[in-house]
C-alpha cells in the first residue's frame, strides 16, 4: 500500500514538473535561439541565429523564405533571346555550353525573390540535372533531349515540364519568336508544385558566407574578367571595386534583366573546368560529376581550388574548396558558375 502511494507521489510530482517545462519554454521560445555557426564549429562571422538571420542558404542574403525549396530553371542562351527576364533575382546561375565550341545554356536558381516573368524557358539537358539535384531544386524546362526526358521520365527528381504545363505553369508570350517565346513566373511554378504535391521545404545544406564584404577591404581595384566562350556567347565580367560587385556581359553587350532594366550584378564568380565530349553530334555531355580545377573571383581577388561532386550520388551538394581543402567562403548576394574546358582558360585583368 505504501509502495503504491509512493509511485503515485513520483507520479505527480512527474507530471508537475512536466507542465513546468512546457509553461517555461513556451513563455521563452521567441527569445531562444541556436547558433548554427557554433553547433558546426564555425568561426563567428559565419554564425548565423535561426529566428535572428535567416538568408537564403545559397545567396547568403536576408531572406524570409530562406527555407523554401529551390526552384531551377532553363533559360535561353541565343542572342534572339536577350535581353533574359528574372535573371537579377536568383540566387544563382550555372552556365555552360550545349554545343561544343558553341551555344550556351543557363539555369537560374530560385529561392528568395519572387520575379514576376522568366523567360525564355528553354528546354532540359541531362547534364544540368545533377547540378539541379544537388540544390535540392524542382526542376522547370520547356521539353528537352532524349537524354534528359529518359532521365526525368524516370522521376529521377521533381519536375514541370511546360509540354505538359501542369496548373498552367508556362504561358506563350506574344511579340517573342517561337521557340523563345515561353516564359513562366515564381507565383505560377510554385503554384503548379503544390499542385503536383512537390515537398516544398528545402533539404539543401547551404553554402558558408561572410557576414559584411571583408576580405581584401584594402587592396581592391577594378578589373575584367573574361570567360572563354565563343563568339556571341563570350562572356566578360567588370569588377568595380567601389560596387564590390562584377558586372555581367554578354556578346559584347551589357547583359540587362529585361523585367527592371538593371545590368546582372554578381557577388561571387566561379569558373568551373570540366572535359566534355559530342553526342549525336548535336548535344554535349559536361563532367559535372566527380571533381576538377575551379577559380573564385570575389572582392576584387582570384582564388584557386578544386570543386567536387559525389559521382555515387547525383543529390550530392556541389562544393568548391581551397588549395588548403577549406570549403570556400562567399560574399553575400548572386553566384554566377561558369562551367567551360580546361583548356579554354578564364582570364582576369586589373585595371
Known amino acids: 500500500m505504501l509502495k503504491n502511494k509512493k509511485k503515485r507521489k513520483i507520479f505527480i510530482i512527474g507530471v508537475i514538473l512536466f507542465f513546468a517545462f512546457l509553461i517555461f519554454f513556451f513563455k521563452y521560445e521567441r527569445s531562444f535561439s541556436i547558433s548554427v555557426g557554433n553547433l558546426l564549429g564555425l568561426g563567428q562571422e559565419q554564425n548565423q541565429e535561426v529566428g535572428n538571420k535567416d538568408v537564403s542558404p545559397i545567396s547568403g542574403l536576408p531572406c524570409e523564405k530562406y527555407n523554401q525549396r529551390p526552384i531551377a530553371v532553363m533559360l535561353a542562351g541565343d542572342t534572339i533571346a536577350r535581353p533574359l527576364s528574372g535573371l537579377s533575382e536568383a540566387d544563382l546561375v550555372v552556365e555552360m555550353p550545349v554545343l561544343q565550341n558553341g551555344i550556351t545554356r543557363l539555369m537560374a536558381i530560385f529561392v528568395c525573390n519572387v520575379p514576376a516573368e522568366i523567360g525564355s524557358i528553354r528546354s532540359s539537358r541531362h547534364d544540368f540535372i545533377p547540378l539541379a539535384m544537388g540544390f535540392d531544386a524542382i526542376y522547370a524546362h520547356w521539353g528537352g533531349s532524349h537524354f534528359a526526358l529518359d532521365k526525368l521520365n524516370a522521376k529521377i527528381m521533381d519536375n514541370i515540364d511546360a509540354l505538359i504545363n501542369p496548373f498552367d505553369a508556362y504561358y506563350r508570350k506574344s511579340g517573342s519568336y517561337a521557340p523563345h517565346n515561353g516564359f513562366t513566373s515564381i507565383e505560377k511554378l510554385a503554384n503548379s508544385a503544390v499542385g503536383l504535391?512537390?515537398?516544398?521545404?528545402?533539404?539543401?545544406?547551404?553554402?558558408?558566407?561572410y557576414n559584411k564584404n571583408q576580405a581584401g577591404e584594402n587592396n581592391r581595384q577594378n578589373g575584367t574578367l573574361r570567360i572563354g566562350y565563343p563568339a556571341h556567347y563570350a562572356v566578360q565580367y567588370d569588377y568595380s571595386a567601389e560596387h564590390n560587385s562584377y558586372f555581367r556581359v554578354r556578346g559584347g553587350k551589357a547583359e540587362i534583366?529585361?523585367?527592371?532594366?538593371?545590368?546582372?550584378?554578381?557577388?561571387?564568380?566561379?569558373?568551373?573546368?570540366?572535359?566534355?565530349?559530342?553526342?549525336?553530334?548535336?548535344y554535349n555531355d559536361v563532367d559535372v560529376e566527380g571533381e576538377g580545377k575551379m577559380t573564385i573571383f570575389q572582392n576584387g581577388e582570384t582564388i584557386d581550388g578544386i570543386w567536387k561532386k559525389d559521382k555515387a550520388s547525383q543529390k550530392s551538394k556541389l562544393y568548391f574548396f581551397d588549395l588548403n581543402g577549406e570549403e570556400i567562403k562567399f560574399v553575400p548576394g548572386q553566384i554566377w558558375i561558369e562551367i567551360i574546358e580546361p583548356e579554354k582558360l578564364a582570364t582576369y585583368v586589373a585595371s
Open 197 to 209: 504535391d512537390y515537398r516544398m521545404e528545402s533539404k539543401f545544406a547551404g553554402y558558408l558566407h
Open 257 to 282: 534583366d529585361k523585367n527592371n532594366n538593371s545590368q546582372i550584378e554578381a557577388k561571387n564568380i566561379i569558373v568551373m573546368y570540366a572535359k566534355s565530349r559530342e553526342l549525336e553530334g548535336q
